[in-house]
């Protein structure tokens, strides 16, 4: 699929964030800024220099040169191996030294997170940067690429809807084909099947790719990761699919809700207040609100319905090119409660609620932000679909 991303402007705006923060040159190491400044997958420990007056490189594993050579738009990659004088940062530093930045402001991507696969700075190569350019200061530049990345361009939100079509046809084949005696992995690869057949051309690693859970597993307090195990569907469970497709770098997440037979009175219960929060979590994610307005107004209807106690206290995360599935989280916390949602932001609507021995559900869905209120890009709903046995 031929989309038109502007990476010049990308990368101008880049240099308006340095520029902000008086930085001479930016070293991106997060998946989230391999993947923005490159336009490539790349799945290898790598960096990628911005400086301020014009230069931009790719500096990647020595095996995948002649693959980003073809995928990425970038004029300028380095291969690097690991032996001497050929590391990584050997390579970066000697690129450094080159543009003469060696005395420079130079931002790094320092920092932590609840996600594995990040990609910030290790301590042990900070430490070979200060040695290796002990004239240089060093200060933290995470907000880089989280806010020149924030707002979607059209060509961006095109690419998620794409993702966001396989997604909602994984979900119609699982529901195609579910019932009794399946395995939850078998269900996985229903959905697996029809997002390659689609053309997704990867799944996240951040939760181990496709999430399905039945029954007691679903069912868990806080409704976490559910990889997809060998147990056996069974009459009267819940079963959450959630599928994670990929298109052209950009990404989908959905989850939805499924039973075998007819929901008991305390699984309709929980089904109609789920569905209820979740359309109050979507409504709220309107141009304008703070990260924090939108919690506080899903957790006072969880209060109100009763079910606050038994539901993740976080109800959304950033979406967008590989590696953006952070910024900014709807949690309520110093880092994100002020962050003022702009239209073209793209959140993953979020929702786990469960109560342990009954029944629990997960919403996962993308959701463009508008002046109006949020948008869904899936089709999906979020109500709980009921298989006749």
Not at 196 to 210: C, I
Not at 268 to 285: D, H, I, S, Y
Request: proline residues 4%; hydrophobic residues 45%.
């Amino acid at each position: 699929m031929d989309v038109f991303i502007d990476y010049p402007r990308r990368l101008e705006k880049i240099r308006e964030e340095m520029r902000a923060g008086g930085i001479d040159l930016f070293i991106g190491t997060r998946t989230v800024s391999l993947s923005f400044v490159a336009g490539a997958f790349i799945p290898w420990r790598s960096t990628v220099l911005v400086s301020s007056d014009g230069y931009v490189s790719l500096t990647t594993l020595l095996i995948d040169i002649e693959r980003m050579k073809h995928e990425s738009w970038l004029g300028t990659i380095h291969g690097y191996a690991p032996l001497p004088g050929m590391d990584l940062w050997d390579v970066t530093v000697h690129q450094i030294r080159a543009l003469g930045l060696d005395r420079a402001k130079i931002g790094v991507e320092i920092g932590h997170s609840p996600r594995g696969n990040t990609g910030y700075l290790f301590a042990t190569e900070f430490d070979l940067l200060r040695q290796a350019l002990p004239e240089a200061v060093f200060v933290p530049a995470n907000n880089v690429v989280d806010r020149a990345s924030y707002v979607k361009e059209p060509g961006e939100i095109l690419l998620m809807r794409q993702a966001a079509a396989m997604a909602d046809a994984a979900i119609e084949r699982v529901k195609e084909a579910l019932c009794v005696g399946m395995t939850e992995a078998e269900i996985a690869g229903v959905g697996e099947m029809e997002l390659r057949r689609l053309g997704s051309s990867y799944h996240w690693a951040v939760t181990g790719s496709s999430e399905v859970a039945s029954g007691y597993r679903a069912s868990w307090a806080m409704n976490g990761t559910t990889p997809p195990s060998t147990k056996l569907i069974q009459r009267g469970e819940n079963i959450i699919a959630d599928f994670h497709p990929c298109c052209s770098l950009y990404y989908s997440d959905l989850a939805h809700n499924f039973i075998i037979g007819e929901p008991s009175a305390e699984q309709a219960r929980l089904a109609e207040a789920f569905t209820q929060t979740a359309e109050t979590l979507v409504g709220a994610l309107k141009a304008g609100n703070t990260v924090g307005q939108v919690y506080r107004t899903v957790y006072d209807r969880l209060s109100a319905l009763g079910y606050a106690g038994y539901t993740i206290p976080s109800f959304g995360h950033g979406l967008g090119i590989m590696g953006h599935e952070w910024y900014p989280a709807i949690v309520d916390n110093d880092e994100f409660r002020d962050v003022v949602l702009q239209e073209d932001v793209i959140e993953v609507a979020f929702l786990a609620m469960a109560v342990p021995g009954v029944c629990g559900m997960r919403l996962e869905t993308p959701v463009r932000v508008t002046a109006g209120g949020g948008e869904m890009l899936c089709a999906t709903q979020p109500v709980l679909t009921v298989i006749e046995d």
